[in-house]
């Protein structure tokens, strides 16, 4: 009987539609020979390689040989192995993810966007340049703030710009205060940044309300305070109401009073963060202005801030001249800049795309019913699970499975692997670190009344299956790509290439 | 809804905001139009930039290049399932991401001769910055040697965010060959910095920079262009501790400078100092092969101020498309195009030099500088007007042009240009 | 404790990623009063209804009211419920399901190519009118021919328009025989287009070695043959070595000859139809030139013919003017049209764009390599399977499961079903029809190696699961998003819309 | 693999084939091109067309129309799933497809008014000659009266096939209304066949036709502008046998005339008859809720030369696309995108008609005929260089242009249209 022997070196390109057969690697389609690459012809004549002789690669770096068949297989068979927006409700609190408007893929891909050279003369460039101006406006107006620059990457780098600025507004006030005030509820990327831009976090603790202590924080001002860094509403998904009284606090030490956008999606068009008295204003528009999230980015961190605080922004911003074109400018005193070119340009190109498309009245519709799908997803499972904090929420919530592990010895985290199993995304989970057992929920605007009745009585069903079978749910998922992972087995010999896997013993 | 939750109007929903806070008028912005008229809108804007390819020949590089792009790899990473998702915190159900960001890994790692790269960071600059504040903790200096002929806005980035821990920034000047002239540093320092080829093109002695980071008991970190690796040897293999680099040319189109990739590897012995997320191999409840995230424990979610990063949110997509691109192009085709980069600008150089023009002296890879008779500026703007964007300004050098040339241009390209340029001086 | 009932009227958005819960139907989804739709702004004034009074619609008609977010998850996930080329092998006999490379579809996609008005004049079309006169070249160069017209939109429709053109070819010579010969291996579409024509079809015997008896066509040639229809390779995939003898017996009546190009794909470059002696052909671009099938179309079937026929064409074709300039132009002894406008345009753009890629060497690899396959495959499994016709093979062969369903009951049907559990398309079954339990392989030139010795192994697996628990393969499959299908349900009281559905008793 | 079959080369593989008509030399095409240079081929190509909205504003219909088509339908429309998958011969991997159809099914049927809608036909003529097949095999008959009304195009389809089995076609003249004009045929006939709006725009009476059909026993075919449909009452309801029309105004580009589609209702009477794939619910192995294609009998690859149709392959992605188009649309926009055809079509007419011309005189839908003073090529012309195609030229009718506009059209560009105009004459 014929053998495949004789045509070893690669897999069959074929798999279930649906099942839970793995995907070989890209390694492992690999094929000798085997190209997908076809050249264009352009008549260009070879170069002797001679002149870089020491330089010239010895072992030529082994990347797959695959046809382009068997190439498109492959991604898209992994593409079938992954949820996504697309395909369900994905209530990842502090995630925001809502369905992105197919639209803006098209401006995205638009050849004079997307093919468009950074080094391209501005008046080669006035329909970019005016793309950026106008973001630049929608979200000082959105924000409440004087100017911003697109630069930051994500919200993280954001944060990090954002904190610079404040360091130098207080150099340029021969000023050098050390100390950074954080909630404990707060992300981490908040006091990683603190780090970061050379100052200490300080922790000020929340009240029984979830809400920032106005007491505690009041023991922690002094004259070493640079400022203090706030998501409102919070990672609670609680507003806080003393935030006047909380900035005037900061304000009075001279500190300044820095904004965390993240949350911004449950505020357009209400409340401003700049009328709160905030300084300095990043926003995820990969959260609230639907770009989408790409598996982990990219996303856009632009950072708003006062009149004050402008002439440190980072340069380049978009300025107009008197004749009416746009320019590159230089603040005087700027930090410089934090991006190798002007940020994630086309990132920023679909959040413009998304606010032109709701205008000012939908954008506030669009925080509106964020808040009122998270309260009437609370509402729906509040008989079933613990709500630690009270009265209305904002466009999130965190419950707590605590009674539940209680009674039943079921975490938090078997509640999320089995609502994987009932064809929704899990919650956040264990975060923020405040709640014990937590599960954070932001439905977001874009999911139906249907939705998050479906999301509630799946919740509300394994609730129920925790006190009855409770072992049932240690079990779940069971019908995912892959069940539960052995998460403690990767971190303990990482294997984090193929090499290293092909070196390691095999995994199963 | 409402009603379910006691309410008779959405107004309810804020009634606990302050009302000095809340904002009294309608937001000051346009209203909302319909997809179509915001697609006219941004075509409008569109057709008033000047696009590589339908509007200009690029010979301008700089960290942003203009290669060919398969519409295969552009389709796969266009699918809405990569697109649309999150972090993949919840692997069961994430395995498409991750087992792509595993084999993305592994392509970078492999380019850059690394034991190991991670799952993508901002950009080269952003990428730049990590390394350097890996070497910062690892060392505990915070002096740092660059060379000048690092790209100046990824210096500038360093400067910016080093500023804010006291990074103390030296940069060695390039001599007239464009290449690191080190001098000799003394003392201690957490990072020697070498682009590799560096911003004007010049393929640097990699093995000098290991000698003068040992010098000063510091890390190399190269900056590497991932193209110049299909001919160049593996920084890796010449003693990098870190490799980082721009990844736009690995599949990414210019888009006006983001969103881009940045490119990081290094040596297992920082495995645990690395930025960013890890993915690693693993196995499931039924034992079969899976993927995650791994070494969680480095990142600022769990470390917090401790963390050896504050990066969250990465540049996720453009690795899976980077990993897409290199398969496309596979072992033989990433080595053609690197091949094609270099014979293309090779033969413009030397268009340019039988037109009598000095070109830098150094071995180049894609990229190098030219000196014009006259300022630079007017050639590139007559230029322009005849659909070319002829490379890009030297700071400091007003007669000087960097150019480069990929394996998109064609012989009749390039010949058509140095005519131009021939004319102009 | 809180309900859903208050909701009702549409169901949760979310399934699993994998698994197999039935999607709900859009139908199902609609909620009154919501809406995706979103109209741009034009100014223009309503009109009064008045004036159409009598003629205004009095219920309007029941579409879906659904979200933009609803309806791209349930067509997102309904596309995660099938099975395509992109996620594995298709080797479906007859049908040429071959890797279509994607650039073509961004060429489908170029504004100045799918926002074409038909009725834009000639100079303004010069771009499309040399697209279509380009592939008309390329056809006439690959099947040897003098023209054709591009407007048959698949293959059936080329049939019929070269029936047509047979027929007109007849009665310009004051002629009108009758029949059509068409062997009993022929496609449901040649009988049935025979009729359509107006001919008679008669049958024609396969010999024992499944090529057109000679002997028997010689005793059925008469004065009233008006042609003869044939494929070459025909639908075992074998190709007809007799050719030449066989249509100078039809040309000795004055028949004339068609060939259907459905299995061009064994021969590009190798033997042309025209060589053969062919005077009409079609080609199915949606098979050999690789543009996707969409799910059973759009296709398109242009028809070639010889010299003698090009005035009969349907007009319009697309001719060079002396100046340079392209025009349409229509013959004076044409059929008529044969399509509202020009043919499947975009289609045809396609095919040409593949054409142009491979150029004429590729091309002729194409067919190598895809009858390479097909005889490889088949060596592979006849140790397993009854290969009723020795020799080799072209693009395609067919194997029996007669001897398999003899000894243990499995038939056809049960390996392709369990095929399919194995993730990989079915081949066709039970066609052609001379063939008893008739499995019709066609890999196809894009499949690897490694995927056909996957297929392979598959298939021996389970010939053998078929010898020891043939019970098993009854059962199959198991795991695909539904499990075999009572067809005879459907087909005794069809249910084939919503409203027939909602007013039948319950699927379940 | 040649070795495995005992061959040397590839030519081995043909060696049955006969010598003498073996192609002896290559292929006189090109060599072949990467998909770089065939894009950029494509491109050039592309140039030389005029786009609708990108070059021209289109007031010119005929059975093809500039909609406004949503970003999210395309999207949906163009997954590969859809797109790279064959004709559902196997259920059990083919439910997106198969549901897709039962969705586009119903919803044809409910815009037609009729009990059932088939899977597609290649394009609006090609519906018009099912239908009449139909109507020649349930009545026996082969003579067909249809109203000069009808798409001229459709007619001239019908004309050529129906002449392989010598169908008696007899065309109803319209009046200056641009109605159809019946007379009093006598006799029997397999159908009449009507256009509701017809090709000029006029709103037939329908009710009319179906009693001409009545007199003459045979069924009654309305060739239907689906779009119309939002505002007018429904054939079925009207008492047509079967419906027909072109899809393309429910979400496919204009793409030069094709692939458009093929709409087909039909009341249950004939379902038996129905040309092309019906999709049918049922239930599976584990008594789910499935779809499959049924009446599987109906079709040539069984019924062969008894066949009710040759149909195999049709326009299945064209049909899966305007199920996506119509659920965007949904019950409100669906008639919202009507009503403004309507508006748009009577806001231009009314333009005209002010500055002296005529216009037809029946109700019209979306398109209409309009009378100038000088020969109509001449004004298209003109127009045509200032960005606008105005209409179409109306055969046999110098002086006349038919006209039609859109949801899509503006105000502006209705008004720039009509001083233009109003310039010309
Ligand atoms: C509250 C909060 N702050 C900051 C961030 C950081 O934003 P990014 O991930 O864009 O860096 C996040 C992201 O998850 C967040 O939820
Ligand atoms: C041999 C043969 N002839 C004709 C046809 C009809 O072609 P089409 O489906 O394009 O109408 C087919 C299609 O399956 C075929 O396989």
Request: charged share 20%; proline share 5%.
């Given at each position: 009987?014929?053998?495949?022997?004789?045509?070893?070196?690669?897999?069959?390109?074929?798999?279930?539609?649906?099942?839970?057969?793995?995907?070989?690697?890209?390694?492992?389609?690999?094929?000798?020979?085997?190209?997908?690459?076809?050249?264009r012809s352009t008549g260009v004549p070879e170069w002797p390689a001679s002149e870089i002789g020491a330089h010239l690669r010895r072992e030529p770096a082994e990347l797959p040989e695959v046809s382009e068949r068997d190439l498109v297989a492959h991604f898209t068979r992994l593409a079938a192995r992954n949820y996504s927006v697309d395909v369900g409700s994905y209530p990842l609190g502090s995630c925001t993810m809502k369905y992105n408007p197919k639209f803006a893929d098209e401006v995205a891909e638009m050849e004079g966007?997307?093919?468009?050279?950074?080094?391209?003369?501005?008046?080669?460039?006035?329909?970019?340049?005016?793309?950026?101006?106008?973001?630049?406006?929608?979200?000082?107006?959105?924000?409440?703030?004087?100017?911003?620059?697109?630069?930051?990457?994500?919200?993280?780098?954001?944060?990090?710009?954002?904190?610079l600025l404040m360091k130098a507004y207080h150099r340029s006030k021969k000023r050098d205060p050390r100390k950074v005030l954080i909630p404990d509820s707060a992300h981490g990327t908040n006091p990683a940044s603190v780090t970061l831009a050379g100052f200490e976090a300080v922790t000020v603790p929340s009240g029984p309300d979830g809400l920032v202590s106005v007491e505690a924080l009041r023991s922690l001002i002094d004259g070493d305070i640079a400022g203090i860094m706030l998501t409102n509403p919070n990672t609670l998904g609680l507003f806080e109401t003393k935030i006047v009284e909380i900035l005037e606090l900061v304000h009075g030490v001279d500190g300044l009073a820095y904004y965390d956008g993240a949350n911004l999606n449950?505020?357009?068009?209400?409340?401003?963060?700049?009328?709160?008295?905030?300084?300095?204003?990043?926003?995820n528009l990969h959260k609230t202005f639907a770009t989408p999230h790409g598996g982990g980015g990219p996303g856009a961190g632009p950072v708003a801030v006062a009149e004050k605080l402008?002439?440190?922004?980072?340069?380049?911003?978009?300025?107009?001249?008197?004749?009416?074109?746009?320019?590159?400018?230089?603040?005087?005193?700027?930090?410089?800049?934090?991006?190798?070119?002007?940020?994630?340009?086309?990132?920023?190109?679909?959040?413009?795309?998304?606010?032109?498309?709701?205008?000012?009245?939908?954008?506030?519709?669009?925080?509106?019913?964020?808040?009122?799908?998270?309260?009437?997803?609370?509402?729906?499972?509040?008989?079933?699970?613990?709500?630690?904090?009270?009265?209305?929420?904002?466009?999130?919530?965190?419950?707590?499975?605590?009674?539940?592990?209680?009674?039943?010895?079921?975490?938090?985290?078997?509640?999320?692997?089995?609502?994987?199993?009932?064809?929704?995304?899990?919650?956040?989970?264990?975060?923020?670190?405040?709640?014990?057992?937590?599960?954070?929920?932001?439905?977001?605007?874009?999911?139906?009344?249907?939705?998050?009745?479906?999301?509630?009585?799946?919740?509300?069903?394994?609730?129920?299956?925790?006190?009855?079978?409770?072992?049932?749910?240690?079990?779940r998922p069971l019908r995912t790509p892959v069940r539960r992972l052995d998460e403690a087995r990767a971190a303990r010999k990482p294997v984090l290439t193929e090499d290293q896997r092909t070196a390691a013993p095999s995994a199963s | 809804m409402l009603a379910d939750l006691g309410m008779g109007s959405l107004e309810d929903l804020f009634a606990h905001v302050p009302k000095e806070i809340?904002?009294?008028?309608?937001?000051?912005?346009?209203?909302?139009?319909?997809?179509?008229?915001?697609?006219?809108?941004?075509?409008?804007?569109?057709?008033?930039?000047?696009?590589?390819?339908?509007?200009?020949?690029?010979?301008?590089?700089?960290?942003?290049?203009?290669?060919?792009?398969?519409?295969?790899?552009?389709?796969?990473?266009?699918?809405?399932?990569?697109?649309?998702?999150?972090?993949?915190?919840?692997?069961?159900?994430?395995?498409?991401?991750?087992?792509?960001?595993?084999?993305?890994?592994?392509?970078?790692?492999?380019?850059?001769?690394?034991?190991?790269?991670?799952?993508?960071?901002?950009?080269?600059?952003?990428?730049?910055?990590?390394?350097?504040?890996?070497?910062?903790?690892?060392?505990?200096?915070?002096?740092?040697?660059?060379?000048?002929?690092?790209?100046?806005?990824?210096?500038?980035?360093?400067?910016?965010?080093?500023?804010?821990?006291?990074?103390?920034?030296?940069?060695?000047?390039?001599?007239?060959?464009?290449?690191?002239?080190?001098?000799?540093?003394?003392?201690?320092?957490?990072?020697?910095?070498?682009?590799?080829?560096?911003?004007?093109?010049?393929?640097?002695?990699?093995?000098?920079?290991?000698?003068?980071?040992?010098?000063?008991?510091?890390?190399?970190?190269?900056?590497?262009?991932?193209?110049?690796?299909?001919?160049?040897?593996?920084?890796?293999?010449?003693?990098?501790?870190?490799?980082?680099?721009?990844?736009?040319?690995?599949?990414i189109p210019l888009s006006f400078g983001g969103?881009?990739?940045?490119?990081?590897?290094?040596?297992?012995?920082?495995?645990?100092?690395?930025?960013?997320?890890l993915v690693g191999?693993?196995?499931?409840?039924?034992?079969?092969?899976?993927?995650?995230?791994?070494?969680?424990t480095r990142e600022q979610d769990i470390r917090r101020e401790r963390a050896t990063s504050n990066v969250c949110t990465n540049q996720t997509l453009m690795a899976i498309q980077a990993a897409i691109h290199l398969s496309w192009l596979g072992k033989e085709g990433y080595q053609e195009v690197s091949r094609r980069c270099y014979n293309a600008a090779h033969y413009l150089a030397s268009r340019l030099e039988t037109i009598g023009l000095r070109v830098s002296s150094a071995p180049f890879f894609r990229e190098f500088v030219v000196e014009l008779p006259i300022p630079a500026e007017a050639v590139r703007s007559r230029l322009f007007d005849q659909g070319f964007l002829a490379g890009l300004a030297v700071r400091g050098r007003p007669n000087h042009l960097l150019l480069t040339a990929t394996e998109a241009h064609t012989r009749e390209e390039i010949d058509r240009f140095s005519d131009l340029i021939a004319k102009e001086i």
């Open positions: 009987m014929p053998v495949t022997g004789d045509h070893a070196g690669g897999r069959a390109s074929s798999a279930p539609l649906v099942g839970r057969e793995s995907e070989p690697t890209i390694f492992e389609l690999s094929v000798p020979g085997r190209l997908a690459y076809y050249a966007i997307s093919r468009v050279h950074p080094g391209t003369p501005e008046r080669a460039i006035q329909g970019w340049l005016e793309i950026l101006s106008s973001l630049e406006s929608y979200i000082c107006t959105i924000t409440g703030m004087a100017a911003a620059t697109l630069q930051p990457p994500a919200g993280a780098a954001g944060e990090l710009t954002g904190l449950a505020i357009v068009g209400v409340v401003r963060p700049g009328d709160m008295g905030f300084d300095i204003v990043h926003s402008v002439r440190f922004l980072p340069g380049p911003l978009v300025r107009r001249e008197t004749g009416g074109d746009l320019r590159w400018h230089y603040p005087e005193e700027s930090i410089g800049r934090v991006h190798g070119f002007y940020g994630n340009a086309v990132v920023l190109a679909r959040a413009l795309a998304f606010m032109r498309y709701l205008g000012g009245e939908g954008l506030k519709r669009m925080s509106e019913l964020a808040v009122l799908n998270a309260n009437w997803l609370r509402w729906r499972i509040q008989d079933s699970y613990t709500i630690p904090y009270g009265g209305v929420c904002m466009h999130e919530f965190v419950a707590s499975a605590s009674s539940i592990k209680k009674s039943s010895g079921v975490r938090a985290l078997d509640i999320a692997k089995s609502l994987l199993e009932e064809g929704f995304h899990a919650p956040t989970v264990y975060f923020p670190l405040v709640v014990e057992e937590a599960l954070m929920f932001e439905p977001t605007e874009t999911e139906s009344p249907q939705t998050l009745a479906g999301l509630a009585d799946s919740l509300i069903r394994l609730a129920v299956i925790a006190s009855e079978n409770p072992e049932l749910l240690a079990e | 809340r904002l009294q008028r309608p937001l000051a912005l346009e209203k909302g139009r319909s997809e179509f008229e915001v697609r006219e809108w941004f075509s409008g804007m569109a057709r008033r930039n000047s696009a590589a390819r339908r509007d200009l020949v690029i010979f301008a590089g700089g960290g942003a290049y203009d290669h060919d792009l398969s519409s295969a790899a552009r389709a796969l990473g266009g699918q809405s399932a990569f697109v649309t998702a999150y972090t993949p915190y919840q692997p069961e159900v994430s395995q498409g991401v991750l087992q792509a960001l595993f084999e993305y890994q592994t392509l970078v790692a492999r380019i850059f001769g690394t034991d190991v790269a991670n799952a993508s960071l901002y950009d080269g600059a952003a990428a730049l910055v990590e390394a350097v504040n890996l070497a910062v903790g690892a060392t505990g200096s915070s002096r740092v040697i660059a060379s000048g002929g690092v790209n100046p806005a990824y210096l500038e980035t360093l400067a910016t965010f080093g500023a804010g821990r006291s990074l103390e920034l030296e940069v060695a000047a390039t001599d007239e060959r464009e290449a690191t002239a080190w001098g000799a540093p003394s003392g201690q320092a957490a990072a020697v910095v070498v682009g590799y080829p560096n911003y004007f093109g010049t393929i640097e002695d990699v093995a000098e920079a290991r000698t003068v980071a040992n010098d000063l008991g510091a890390l190399l970190v190269v900056v590497a262009d991932p193209v110049a690796l299909g001919l160049l040897e593996a920084p890796g293999a010449l003693g990098a501790d870190i490799v980082v680099g721009e990844g736009q040319s690995l599949g969103p881009y990739l940045g490119l990081f590897g290094a040596s297992t012995r920082y495995l645990r100092l690395i930025p960013g997320r191999e693993t196995v499931d409840a039924d034992g079969r092969t899976a993927f995650v995230t791994t070494l969680r």
